[in-house]
């Protein structure tokens, strides 16, 4: 990624009749050979800017010089597109550009002005294919910061198609809104209209317009998929075809009910699938109320570690939950997590640890790849809340203590309101809202359009239940429930990305009724039955083989470093291109591993390992498993000083 943010030289392009086939852009950012460039900055607003009163209408052929040919709502004024340097690394050619577009208006008259930052894949012959339209989530995540790992993860849809990315209004590489904290954007109007989703679906059309582009098979992936459905009210003309993976559903009630319960449905599945010592439901009531029974006591004015621990774990258990969508690995660790905390004495929280651990650790996103205040302004004025958005914080904060207080107090079990909800309900703090209107609510109308609504079965972010209400909207959409994944699966990576690739190709090529053809097992869908700490409690499986307790730990400890860069006992797995470098790796006390190991999805697993100098063990083995999602692992090599060549079945 680049971090070069404003320094890049931006072109000048020349006159229509003289413009050249599309230019080359590279990992080294190569410069198109066109006119000379110029220094420039980010785009900032520009306000007070004058706008003219007439559109210049102006038909273009792919891969030239466009110019604004939409006179949306806005009022949208004549404009060229200003050719820049790229400014993400790909190496796919594309070509890059700015797009002027108003911000707000009074009395008619567009006032200000931001730019529309967009990536189109670029043919060095001129030729025209199909265009892929790819809206990312958020709101306020970056479109062009998702290109590259589309292209990988959709590489046969992307055969036959170029991919164009926008950043929408706010969002990545265009004008970002002028906005300190969480306020809300124009910090000076709070006008809920100029930064809409129904005013970015607008921009996204005067784009299409200054390339010249008709028609494009529209990809909109979570809140994304939300924006795909107000682009389809607005421009219906625009769209060739509609895919919506794990499109938001921005209506009904406000409370998350369905995302808890398909966490629990999730938890519950991968347990069905594999036998877990316990209900991990069950388990967090347990947890849950132990935790609050048994606060430690501290002095008020300086709270202990104890105390501090205390708090930060009754946050976050409703927090891991609420994650199983995003990261289904929780949902195969966390039954044997919460059973060793729950029903071992002494309770053992190592594996609570390292999950809550590892969900910590992520990193915020620059403002480039997810702008909060994007994410703040949109989804606090469309998303459904249980308060005005036109009321003052101290009205908003009355009316959902109101709202609150009528729910039943089991409402959110195994949880207590306050657990689920969160201490802090979002937008409650953000100033009053003016004109705020959901794009589309249960009047809208929505168009008759080729449509494949995707959704994976352990998604708690945009739960299946959900996704069913959006695929209805649209007669004859082909709704697709995939298994065992989570949060937008036509973009996750792992052993099923390949399934789901040719599942959107199909339907893009209208090769018959889009089908799930991979409806196989996966390590991450199948719970962890439980976490030995000894070789005396490892559970095995299929026949007997020397050394079966040692060769499944073994082979338990590799399938763990695919999912954990921290071992559970200790030690660490790090990562590079599906290689993992494996360095004193505990999955079990006192069998700690080190080596590399390989996950392809078409070629399995194979990992080489030796046992470390802390284990009373040694030995230095290959394990291979043939093909992906198997549970069958061949093992080869030396244990304790004899030689092993064992098929082992792992659970």
């Known amino acids: 990624m680049d971090d070069a943010v404003g320094d890049d030289g931006s072109l000048n392009e020349p006159a229509l009749d003289d413009a050249p086939s599309p230019a080359v852009d590279s990992d080294a950012d190569t410069a198109p050979d066109l006119a000379t460039a110029r220094r420039r900055r980010v785009p900032r607003l520009r306000i007070g800017r004058r706008s003219g009163t007439s559109l210049l209408l102006f038909a273009v052929l792919a891969g030239s010089v466009g110019v604004l040919a939409s006179a949306g709502p806005m009022g949208a004024t004549a404009t060229r597109i200003e050719w820049v340097r790229c400014r993400r690394p790909s190496k796919t050619p594309r070509r890059c550009g ?17 730019q529309i930052y967009f990536e189109l894949d670029a043919r060095r012959n001129g030729t025209r294919r199909p265009v892929m339209l790819l809206v990312q989530g958020g709101p306020g995540g970056s479109s062009t910061a998702i290109g590259e790992p589309a292209r990988s993860a959709l590489s046969q849809t992307l055969r036959g198609e170029d991919l164009l990315t926008i950043d929408l209004r706010g969002s990545g590489f265009s ?17 809920a ?31 994304g998929g939300y924006f795909a459905q107000v682009f389809a009210t607005r421009h219906s003309d625009r769209i060739r075809s509609l895919v919506l993976d794990s499109p938001a559903y921005w209506e009904g009630t406000p409370w998350p009910d369905a995302r808890l319960a398909a966490a629990l449905g999730a ?37 202990s570690f104890a105390v501090l621990r205390h ?21 195969r660790d966390m039954p044997a997590a919460l059973d060793a905390a729950v029903h ?36 606090c004025a469309e998303s459904p809340m249980p308060f005005d958005p036109a009321a003052t914080p101290a009205q908003k904060s009355e009316q959902l203590d109101v709202a609150r207080s009528a729910l039943a107090p089991d409402r959110f079990d195994p949880f207590t309101i306050s657990e689920w909800l969160g201490f802090n309900y979002p937008c409650v703090a953000e100033p009053a809202l003016r004109a705020v209107r959901a794009p589309i609510d249960a009047r809208t109308a929505f168009p008759n359009v080729r449509t494949l609504v995707l959704v994976g079965s352990d998604d708690t972010v945009t739960p299946p239940s959900d996704v069913r209400s959006v695929a209805a909207r649209f007669s004859g959409a082909h709704l697709v429930v995939v298994p065992g994944l989570g949060h937008a699966p036509g973009l996750s990576p792992g052993e099923l990305q390949p399934c789901t690739d040719r599942l959107i190709a199909d339907f893009m090529a209208e090769r018959g009724t889009p089908r799930w053809r991979c409806d196989r097992a996966l390590f991450a869908s199948r719970a962890v039955p439980e976490l030995p700490d000894k070789l005396g409690d490892v559970v095995t499986a299929g026949p007997a083989v020397r050394d079966g307790a040692l060769v499944t730990a073994l082979a338990e400890s590799v399938l763990d470093a695919r999912l954990h860069p921290l071992g559970l006992r200790g030690g660490e797995a790090r990562y590079s291109d599906g290689n993992a470098s494996l360095y004193e790796y505990e999955w079990m006390a006192a069998l700690p591993i080190n080596g590399t190991a390989t996950f392809r999805a078409a070629t399995g697993i194979r990992a080489d390992i030796s046992i470390g100098l802390a284990s009373a063990h040694t030995g230095k083995v290959r ?27 792992v659970l």
């Open 623 to 649: 394990l291979v498993w043939a093909a992906w999602g198997t549970a069958t692992v061949q093992v080869d090599g030396t244990l304790d000083g004899a030689p092993i060549h064992e098929r082992v079945t």
């Open 175 to 191: 004008t970002p809104f002028p906005c300190t904290g969480g306020t809300l954007c124009p910090a000076a109007t709070n006008d």
């Open 98 to 114: 700015d797009l002027a577009r108003p911000f707000g208006s009074s009395g008619g008259a567009a006032h200000e002005s931001v």
């Open 193 to 223: 209209r100029w930064f809409s989703t129904a005013v970015s679906a607008d921009d996204v059309a005067a784009v299409l317009d200054a390339l010249g582009i008709d028609q494009v098979d529209l990809y909109g992936v979570s809140y």
């Open 311 to 331: 708090d930060f774990v009754i946050r976050a258990i409703p927090d891991l939950v609420r994650f199983i969508g995003r990261a289904p690995s929780l949902a």
């Open 267 to 303: 938890l519950r599945d991968a347990c069905r699938r594999s036998k877990c010592a316990s209900d991990p439901v069950a388990d967090i009531r347990s947890l849950m109320a132990s935790l609050n029974s048994d606060e430690p006591a501290s002095d008020a004015s300086s709270p």
């Open 344 to 379: 071992r004495t002494p309770p053992d929280f190592d594996p609570l640890d390292r999950l809550i651990g590892t969900r910590s650790a992520g990193s915020a996103s620059p403002p480039y790849v997810l702008s909060d205040s994007t994410l703040d302004a949109v989804a």
